[in-house]
């Protein structure tokens, strides 16, 4: 199945190392903190990663069969605000308004996306603990250079760092800057049954106030099959739960709570386009798996403790075999400093030869903030030169 983007839309464009982009939401005027979202729709059912950042350009669609759902992320330009879309009053959503005691403990995240204060995405999240951990998805946060949280009970906004992050998981863990003394959730480490009625809250649409989609839980244990743009493989979620519940973008990183208000899991992605909306989830018990182990400080296996490492390039959407062409570099990160050009070709790095896009990103995934690594390329004249890039903090 393919999804089209809305007419007027730009295709896909280069975007800043390497993670794929969370896309931008407009402003609401009314509301500077709230956000909106585009969902695309088809005939048929597609599946996306449910933040409020994925418009119509970008959204993580999925093909949805009996056997299988695997899918491409459709990106655009980073950078990219588009107009709220109009929204009829409900939306056609089966969703009410967040009681108090659904708030307790919840938060809005809204972050800025490659130094791009006009490129935004926004989603939701939990309070773990009373000094401010928060537990989300990484895809909400992926690519954001700031993080700005709002807790929802009090109306308290704070600004958040990323403590860790499990890509294959899709879990990251948040620390507010300067929090103390919050409400904090509720957690039920025990398997919901199938039939178990749930309640997903979450910023659905992304317009800063929680909704409260109610449903039951249909399956266990789903897997989604998701690659990026390039046609290079993303992840595989595994050991989803599925809940006929409407689910949105802007849902994500939401708490999915049992008739007993307590989180038995994450709201991750959801279903568009059919004539029911599905949800899927992960079980707290897998994502508080990887809240403990980035706690541990324990970086193994698929875990990521801190800040990454970064150059700073933006890749050419046509990458040729034998090398990995720029598209350009950010202005004042340590490829533009080491005179990196749009065009030019990395051969290796840190003595690695580097031939494609996975293979560079493997590279830069070894190394630290502050390592100083040598890279060859070809400039645009195809003459071979040598640079020493001292790599900085990256974008989560």
């Known amino acids: 199945m393919t999804i089209e983007p809305p007419t007027g839309l730009v295709p896909p464009e280069p975007r800043p190392q390497f993670a794929p982009v969370p896309q931008p939401v407009a402003p609401e005027p009314s509301r500077p903190r709230s956000r909106g979202a585009l969902v695309a729709t088809a005939a048929g059912a597609a599946l996306v990663l449910v933040g409020a950042g994925l418009l119509g350009h970008g959204l ?64 939701t999240g939990s309070v773990l603990t009373s000094d401010g951990t928060v537990l989300t998805n990484n895809h909400v946060i992926e690519g ?141 018990e897998d994502a508080m798996e990887v809240v403990d182990q980035i706690n541990d400080g324990d970086e193994s296996g698929t875990v990521n403790i801190g800040p990454t490492a970064f150059m700073g390039v933006t890749l050419s959407a046509t990458q040729d075999q034998g090398g990995v062409t720029l598209d350009g570099t950010i202005a004042d990160t340590p490829a533009d400093k080491a005179g990196l050009k749009k065009g030019d070709t990395i051969l290796t790095f840190d003595g690695v030869s580097v031939a494609t896009v996975d293979e560079l990103k493997a590279e830069v995934a070894k190394n630290e903030p502050g390592d100083v690594i040598e890279i060859t390329y070809l400039d645009s004249t195809g003459a071979t030169q040598t640079a020493d890039l001292t790599l900085t903090e990256g974008p989560a």
Do not use: C
Request: charged letters at 20%; proline letters at 2%.
């Open 60 to 123: 993580w669609v999925m093909s949805d069969s009996s056997s299988s759902r695997t899918g491409e992320i459709d990106l655009g330009r980073s950078g990219h605000t588009l107009p709220l879309p109009a929204v009829a009053a409900d939306n056609d959503l089966d969703v009410t308004a967040a009681t108090a005691d659904e708030t307790v403990g919840v938060v809005t995240i809204l972050t800025d996306l490659y130094y791009d204060d006009q490129s935004q995405a926004a989603g």
């Open 144 to 284: 954001s250079t700031s993080i700005e949280v709002t807790i929802e009970s009090t109306g308290e906004t704070y600004d958040a760092i990323v403590l860790g992050t499990d890509k294959t998981k899709d879990v990251a863990l948040l620390q507010l800057e300067g929090a103390k003394n919050l409400d904090t959730v509720e957690l039920n480490l025990d398997e919901p049954d199938i039939g178990d009625e749930v309640r997903s809250v979450g910023n659905a649409l992304g317009t800063g106030d929680l909704v409260t989609a109610t449903g039951d839980v249909v399956s266990l244990g789903e897997s989604l099959s998701i690659s990026d743009g390039y046609g290079n493989a993303y992840e595989e979620l595994e050991n989803l739960i599925e809940i006929d519940a409407d689910v949105v973008s802007g849902d994500s990183g939401g708490p999915l709570i049992d008739e007993n208000g307590e989180v038995v899991g994450m709201v991750t992605a959801a279903s568009v386009g059919g004539n029911d909306i599905s949800g899927f989830a992960v079980s707290i």
